[in-house]
């Protein structure tokens, strides 16, 4: 079985559901409390123990490559002002990973961006993060699918249980249990099923470990849906031309690129922060008997 070392995260959708926050700014730089939505992805991908990261970017993503390089001039500032522990953090982040970029043109679409990691990833499995899909969780998502992979040696997609009424808005999966825990082994897959097309609520998030195979089948998928390459398309084939395996990972899973799963995650990871927890409860709690607030 071959072991993992890479992750590919895509950045190079344009946002447009942050418009006008998105014009100058990359969506995965909006931030949460001191960081950006990518930082956390990043720290997932690191926990899991990756080092090597490739990311899809696009015209205007720079931001992103910039921030987990070092800052010479800042690092400098910081020194002389003696603000060291600012200064370590910054050595911290810009130590986190070594990236590697590769240009996405034009966006078209997902399945797209992960084909153009074909060359730097090469006949190797790898795990694709989506650049604005946050997942909190004890054992960080990608470890447990490691974990999961270290079992099956097949491809994994992570997969949430979402009410029924929601299932138009996701990948959904069916599939049967196999011995291993949480886990289904893919018979279908249905993109934004229409009400009674599926039974299942298993939807796919952002968090994906697949074998190379994907990149041929990526090269000879035609455009789908919206007239861009669906990685759903893609997957489905493979799923048929070897396993593919449903993981219903353990964590609570934010979609940061959209302006309600971002405003939930800033709210929970700042009450569970260590200095700003107990204050912003207490905030909290005064809105709640607020009359405006109406909980
Ligand atoms: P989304 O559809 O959520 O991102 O793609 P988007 O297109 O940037 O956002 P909206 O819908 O316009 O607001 C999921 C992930 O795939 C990347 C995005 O950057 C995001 O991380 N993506 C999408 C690409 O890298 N290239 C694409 O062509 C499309």
């Known amino acids: 079985m071959k072991k993992i070392r890479k992750a590919v995260i895509p950045v190079a959708g344009l946002g447009t559901r942050f418009l006008p926050a998105t014009k100058a700014i990359p969506k995965e730089m909006l ?18 123990g990756i080092q090597e990261v490739i990311l899809i970017t696009s015209e205007g993503k720079s931001a992103i490559e910039n921030h987990f390089d070092y800052n010479f001039e800042l690092d400098t500032l910081l020194r002389e002002k003696n603000k060291e522990q600012l200064r370590a953090e910054l050595e911290r982040t810009s130590g986190l990973i070594d990236v590697v970029s590769v240009r996405q043109k034009k966006p078209l679409g997902l399945g797209h961006a992960i084909w153009m990691a074909r060359h730097v990833v090469g006949d190797e499995p790898f795990l694709v993060l989506l650049g604005d899909d946050l997942v909190r969780s004890e054992t960080p998502c990608c470890r447990q699918m490691l974990d999961l992979y270290e079992q099956i040696g097949e491809s994994i997609v992570a997969v949430q249980r979402v009410p029924m009424a929601q299932t138009g808005s996701y990948g959904i999966v069916e599939g049967e249990a196999t011995e291993h825990e949480r886990t289904c082994k893919i018979s279908r897959m249905v993109e934004k099923p229409a009400p009674g097309v599926s039974d299942s609520d298993m939807a796919i998030i952002g968090r994906y470990l697949l074998m190379p195979d994907i990149f041929d089948i990526l090269g000879t998928t035609t455009p789908g849906h919206g007239g861009e390459i669906q990685l759903t398309d893609a997957l489905q084939a493979l799923s048929k031309r070897r396993g593919m395996y449903a993981y219903e990972f353990q964590g609570r899973r934010y979609d940061a690129g959209d302006k309600l799963g971002y405003l939930k995650a800033i709210v929970d990871i700042a009450l569970e922060h260590p200095s700003l927890g107990g204050p912003f409860r207490e905030h909290i709690r005064t809105l709640c008997g607020h009359e405006a607030c109406r909980l």
């Open 31 to 48: 931030t949460i409390i001191d960081r950006p939505t990518i930082q956390y992805i990043v720290e997932e991908v690191v926990a899991s």
